[in-house]
């Protein structure tokens, strides 16, 4: 107990710096991921992703992110066993979080493509496993959380599937395409802003301290979604069918419509990326935070701090702005293949399931969702090709993330716990 | 940081734009038969020769597109038609040069001049011909579109009027065909047999580019039917 209360400020700080560097590893790197589909659909030009990810990311963390910080800081540990050595609880956080973010930087920078998830929890279950025991572990949530991870692409799929189905059948497949376009496209846009402002209602304001109704929730967010679906008709509207264009691809036109779709989706996509990717970085921060405030006590109730969310919300828009761009730039160019209507049907699907998991508090992986989705898409005849080497690859990569977040976060507990002593 | 990203590789290098570059190229090769029966007919053989040059060529880069296509078509790539059949239709739309190249290299090697009764009908088997090729490249230039709709809808009944279409263009070719046959047996006594012989076997030739670029038609109309 002596420990926390001589080092609280230090502890405040390191946690604050070891949070603030992962969140600048996923906006660096993650972040690209979520928004470069609507780069590469070249519905968004790279400078208006860059500012849509950093307001849109902010405001997911900020908004949406608590219920996910709440497992990663209590969810996981059962932290019954440590009442007489909080201090341990706090080296392993702090160990976790160094260990997830090191992880994200060393895979980043070869390529390897691993879930920032994926780290965290591995981190935060292998120090739990050695440096306290195995009964530390809560492995009914643990297994929880493992099983979300191959559902939430499979349910991505499906989502994706039936949006592009039917997009298909209500526009693309008729005879009259960009008129079918111009009527049914601001019904998703309406979707997808009613869904993301539902789940916001419904699990962030509390956060910010409003009270709502189950009723007023639906309508505020029928206000919304209709909102959004006039300023995205009045876009639509003033897009003309532009005959040159559509020499060589008789959908050109179709799709400059769905690209109004794409930008509202995109930012669906980062809200949802911060509000689950966001609080993995915040959630080690958070129980360092709380333990520290209560002097050391474990499981006390604590509302968690909005300067914890603002950590990680900044952390991501100074990595975006320093490397985010380079990336969504390879990226961007790379992906050729998802046109709007492609790229909107896999998002949207996406951005659902994130938000979803985020509202119940399970910390997904935003990729694997996505890719999913991808898949989704290309399984309603909708993808000219997908490279299944490198999707076994993607899912793969999980399996290795587990343990080497484990490894470097016990490594980094005992080196920690010398320290401090 | 990463510079290699692992979403931009799930996507597999699209087979579609290079089966329409493909086509194009064989389409332009064919295409240059109309020059080269131009030349043939005015006997001007140095212009035969350059035009058979340049056919030759454009058949090569053909060769060469359908090689590196083959080649950027994994066994793990998954798309919503069989490797199996695009590689078939890549292999018909290639053969379609190859007659082309064929007809010119048999025509310069022998130094075959047309009589002049079936001269002007020759010349509009080749037009026609080249028709059926550019007819191929229309529909095979709707690929993408079909892409886009899943190979479903409005989009089919327009891709089947267009290969209904290419069937009409190929029926007319075997039509001069026959027209051709019989004008020549007409005159075939008072030719030198081995010139009538070879005379038989390119004018058969030159039905197969239009026969070929029919089959494109039809291996994609078995993509269409499920």
Same mark, same amino acid.
């Given at each position: 107990m002596n420990i926390i209360i001589e080092n609280a400020s230090l502890f405040l700080i390191l946690a604050g710096f070891f949070g603030l560097f992962m969140a600048w590893g996923i906006g660096a790197n993650d972040v690209a991921n979520a928004m470069a589909t609507s780069v590469g659909s070249k519905a968004l030009t790279i400078k208006h992703a860059i500012i849509i990810a950093a307001v849109f990311e902010f405001s997911g963390a900020v908004l949406a992110g608590g219920e996910v910080t709440k497992t990663i800081r209590k969810g996981i540990i059962d932290a019954g066993g440590l009442a007489a050595t909080p201090e341990l609880l706090v080296y392993g956080m702090l160990a976790a979080l160094l260990a997830a973010g090191c992880w994200l930087l060393i895979a980043s920078s070869k390529g390897w493509p691993v879930s920032t998830t994926h780290s965290i929890i591995g981190a935060i279950v292998g120090f739990a496993i050695v440096g306290i025991g195995m009964h530390a572990v809560n492995w009914g949530k643990v297994g929880f959380i493992v099983a979300s991870w191959v559902v939430s692409p499979l349910l991505a799929g499906v989502v994706a599937f039936s949006i592009f189905r039917s997009v298909q059948k209500l526009i !693309?497949?008729?005879? %009259?395409p960009f008129e079918n376009a111009k009527k049914y496209v601001p019904i998703y846009i309406f979707m997808a802003g009613f869904m993301i402002s539902l789940v916001t209602l419904v699990k962030g304001l509390k956060h910010v301290g409003l009270e709502t109704t189950t009723m007023e929730n639906y309508s505020y967010a029928v206000v919304v979604g209709l909102i959004i679906m006039a300023i995205g008709k009045y876009f639509i509207n003033r897009i003309q069918f532009d005959q040159s264009l559509n020499k060589d691809f008789h959908y050109a036109s179709v799709e400059k419509v769905f690209g109004v779709l794409m930008i509202v989706t995109a930012c669906a996509m980062a809200f949802a990326h911060g509000s689950n990717d966001v609080a993995n970085a915040v959630g080690p921060v958070a129980a360092v935070v709380s333990i520290v405030h209560n002097d050391g006590a474990i499981g006390q109730k604590s509302v968690l701090p909005i300067w914890v969310l603002l950590i990680g919300g900044a952390g991501i828009v100074i990595g975006l702005m320093m490397y985010g761009h380079k990336v969504m730039a390879t990226v961007g160019r790379k992906i050729t293949e998802l046109t709007p209507s492609r790229g909107f049907a896999a998002e949207l699907a996406a951005a659902t399931t994130v938000v979803m998991a985020s509202g119940t508090g399970l910390p997904i992986s935003t990729t694997h969702t996505l890719v999913g989705a991808v898949l989704g898409v290309g399984m309603a005849r909708?993808?000219?090709? !997908? %490279?299944l080497t490198v999707i076994r690859n993607i899912f793969m990569s999980w399996i290795i993330t587990l343990p080497a977040g484990g490894i470097l976060a016990i490594i980094f507990f005992f080196t920690l716990k010398g320290i401090f002593g | 940081m990463a510079v290699s990203n692992y979403m931009s590789g799930?996507?597999? %290098?699209?087979p579609v734009k290079p089966m329409q570059v493909h086509m194009e190229k064989v389409h332009d090769c064919v295409s240059l038969l109309i020059p080269f029966f131009e030349a043939v007919v005015a006997e001007d053989w140095g212009k035969v020769e350059k035009n058979q040059q340049k056919i030759s060529t454009l058949e090569n880069e053909a060769d060469t597109l359908k090689k590196e296509l083959r080649l950027n078509l994994p066994k793990g790539l998954f798309m919503q038609v069989s490797r199996s059949d695009l590689l078939e239709i890549l292999t018909i739309q290639d053969s379609v040069a190859n007659k082309a190249k064929d007809v010119a290299g048999l025509i310069l090697g022998r130094k075959m001049v047309l009589p002049k009764a079936i001269a002007n009908d020759y010349q509009k088997l080749v037009q026609r011909c080249v028709d059926a090729s550019d007819q191929a490249k229309v529909t095979i230039n709707e690929l993408d579109e079909l892409v886009e709709t899943g190979f479903r809808g409005s989009e089919v009944k327009l891709v089947q009027k267009m290969i209904k279409k290419l069937d009409k263009i190929e029926a007319d070719t075997d039509k001069i065909q026959r027209k051709i046959r019989s004008k020549l047996f007409e005159i075939e006594t008072d030719m030198p047999p081995l010139e009538v012989m070879f005379l038989y076997k390119v004018i058969e030739s030159t039905g197969d580019v239009a026969d070929q670029a029919q089959r494109v038609g039809s291996r994609l109309q078995l993509l269409l039917a499920r």
């Amino acid at each position: 107990m002596n420990i926390i209360i001589e080092n609280a400020s230090l502890f405040l700080i390191l946690a604050g710096f070891f949070g603030l560097f992962m969140a600048w590893g996923i906006g660096a790197n993650d972040v690209a991921n979520a928004m470069a589909t609507s780069v590469g659909s070249k519905a968004l030009t790279i400078k208006h992703a860059i500012i849509i990810a950093a307001v849109f990311e902010f405001s997911g963390a900020v908004l949406a992110g608590g219920e996910v910080t709440k497992t990663i800081r209590k969810g996981i540990i059962d932290a019954g066993g440590l009442a007489a050595t909080p201090e341990l609880l706090v080296y392993g956080m702090l160990a976790a979080l160094l260990a997830a973010g090191c992880w994200l930087l060393i895979a980043s920078s070869k390529g390897w493509p691993v879930s920032t998830t994926h780290s965290i929890i591995g981190a935060i279950v292998g120090f739990a496993i050695v440096g306290i025991g195995m009964h530390a572990v809560n492995w009914g949530k643990v297994g929880f959380i493992v099983a979300s991870w191959v559902v939430s692409p499979l349910l991505a799929g499906v989502v994706a599937f039936s949006i592009f189905r039917s997009v298909q059948k209500l526009i !693309l497949d008729t005879e %009259n395409p960009f008129e079918n376009a111009k009527k049914y496209v601001p019904i998703y846009i309406f979707m997808a802003g009613f869904m993301i402002s539902l789940v916001t209602l419904v699990k962030g304001l509390k956060h910010v301290g409003l009270e709502t109704t189950t009723m007023e929730n639906y309508s505020y967010a029928v206000v919304v979604g209709l909102i959004i679906m006039a300023i995205g008709k009045y876009f639509i509207n003033r897009i003309q069918f532009d005959q040159s264009l559509n020499k060589d691809f008789h959908y050109a036109s179709v799709e400059k419509v769905f690209g109004v779709l794409m930008i509202v989706t995109a930012c669906a996509m980062a809200f949802a990326h911060g509000s689950n990717d966001v609080a993995n970085a915040v959630g080690p921060v958070a129980a360092v935070v709380s333990i520290v405030h209560n002097d050391g006590a474990i499981g006390q109730k604590s509302v968690l701090p909005i300067w914890v969310l603002l950590i990680g919300g900044a952390g991501i828009v100074i990595g975006l702005m320093m490397y985010g761009h380079k990336v969504m730039a390879t990226v961007g160019r790379k992906i050729t293949e998802l046109t709007p209507s492609r790229g909107f049907a896999a998002e949207l699907a996406a951005a659902t399931t994130v938000v979803m998991a985020s509202g119940t508090g399970l910390p997904i992986s935003t990729t694997h969702t996505l890719v999913g989705a991808v898949l989704g898409v290309g399984m309603a005849r909708g993808m000219a090709a !997908l %490279n299944l080497t490198v999707i076994r690859n993607i899912f793969m990569s999980w399996i290795i993330t587990l343990p080497a977040g484990g490894i470097l976060a016990i490594i980094f507990f005992f080196t920690l716990k010398g320290i401090f002593g | 940081m990463a510079v290699s990203n692992y979403m931009s590789g799930i996507f597999g %290098n699209s087979p579609v734009k290079p089966m329409q570059v493909h086509m194009e190229k064989v389409h332009d090769c064919v295409s240059l038969l109309i020059p080269f029966f131009e030349a043939v007919v005015a006997e001007d053989w140095g212009k035969v020769e350059k035009n058979q040059q340049k056919i030759s060529t454009l058949e090569n880069e053909a060769d060469t597109l359908k090689k590196e296509l083959r080649l950027n078509l994994p066994k793990g790539l998954f798309m919503q038609v069989s490797r199996s059949d695009l590689l078939e239709i890549l292999t018909i739309q290639d053969s379609v040069a190859n007659k082309a190249k064929d007809v010119a290299g048999l025509i310069l090697g022998r130094k075959m001049v047309l009589p002049k009764a079936i001269a002007n009908d020759y010349q509009k088997l080749v037009q026609r011909c080249v028709d059926a090729s550019d007819q191929a490249k229309v529909t095979i230039n709707e690929l993408d579109e079909l892409v886009e709709t899943g190979f479903r809808g409005s989009e089919v009944k327009l891709v089947q009027k267009m290969i209904k279409k290419l069937d009409k263009i190929e029926a007319d070719t075997d039509k001069i065909q026959r027209k051709i046959r019989s004008k020549l047996f007409e005159i075939e006594t008072d030719m030198p047999p081995l010139e009538v012989m070879f005379l038989y076997k390119v004018i058969e030739s030159t039905g197969d580019v239009a026969d070929q670029a029919q089959r494109v038609g039809s291996r994609l109309q078995l993509l269409l039917a499920r």
